[in-house]
T-cell receptor, first 111, second 113 residues
Framework: ETGVTQSPTHLIKTRGQQVTLRCSSQ?????VSWYQQALGQGPQFIFQ???????GRGNFPPRFSGLQFPNYSSELNVNALELDDSALYLC??????????FGSGTRLTVV | GNSVTQMEGPVTLSEEAFLTINCTYT??????LFWYVQYPGEGLQLLLK???ADDKGSNKGFEATYRKETTSFHLEKGSVQVSDSAVYFC????????????WGLGTSLAVNP
């Protein structure tokens, strides 16, 4: 059991750029969710993928998009970065009603 | 819609004190309930969970009981340690395909020696 792995761990981007964050799900987990956690805040749900299809989305604009691949790994893409996008981005995988396993996150700083 | 209300922090306790962090929820159907812990500079770790009414989740000396009649899932520990200092999040997950996690705002706990 390998757990959830996210890459990169830290990233600095300039306003207006695009970024791709990656997540490898825990072995056997077919559901992946992405969350944004601003400093001192609780996580905010971005979207969820189940078997390669988006099946839930939070209150985030369309410039936040994602993919889930056949091996259940996932990407989060953010276009036209804004300063407020600076946050810890967390990926979590799960299987049915089991608890979610979180990765350590990617710390994105937009300058 | 579903929501989670968690007691505000920060909470400061002395070592070996009793801990309670209150959590209540609003949900349709029968959600699953979770407590996650986030140590400084780290990601979220599942602490315990309960998937149906009257279930008690427990781990590392922490306990929480799923109370449907009071829509609560309070976290308790009989004797806290300095190493328990962290931020604790209560969360729920809806039934069926709507299994996104809805989070409380988090409660920061500081335990002094």
């Amino acid at each position: 059991e390998t757990g959830v792995t996210q890459s990169p761990t830290h990233l600095i981007k300039t306003r207006g750029q695009q970024v791709t964050l990656r997540c490898s799900s825990q072995s056997g987990h077919n559901t992946v969710s992405w969350y944004q956690q601003a400093l001192g805040q609780g996580p905010q749900f971005i979207f969820q993928y189940y078997r390669e299809e988006e099946n839930g989305r939070g209150n985030f604009p369309p410039r936040f998009s994602g993919l889930q691949f056949p091996n259940y790994s996932s990407e989060l893409n953010v276009n036209a970065l804004e300063l407020d996008d600076s946050a810890l981005y967390l990926c979590a995988s799960s299987l049915m009603t089991e608890g979610y396993t979180f990765g350590s996150g990617t710390r994105l700083t937009v300058v | 819609g579903n929501s989670v209300t968690q007691m505000e922090g920060p909470v400061t306790l002395s070592e070996e004190a009793f801990l309670t962090i209150n959590c209540t929820y609003t949900a349709t159907g029968y959600p699953s309930l979770f407590w996650y812990v986030q140590y400084p500079g780290e990601g979220l770790q599942l602490l315990l969970k309960a998937t149906k009414a009257d279930d008690k989740g427990s781990n590392k000396g922490f306990e929480a009981t799923y109370r449907k009649e009071t829509t609560s899932f309070h976290l308790e520990k009989g004797s806290v340690q300095v190493s328990d200092s962290a931020v604790y999040f209560c969360a729920l997950s809806g039934a069926g395909n709507n299994r996104k996690l809805i989070w409380g705002l988090g409660t920061s706990l500081a335990v002094n020696p």
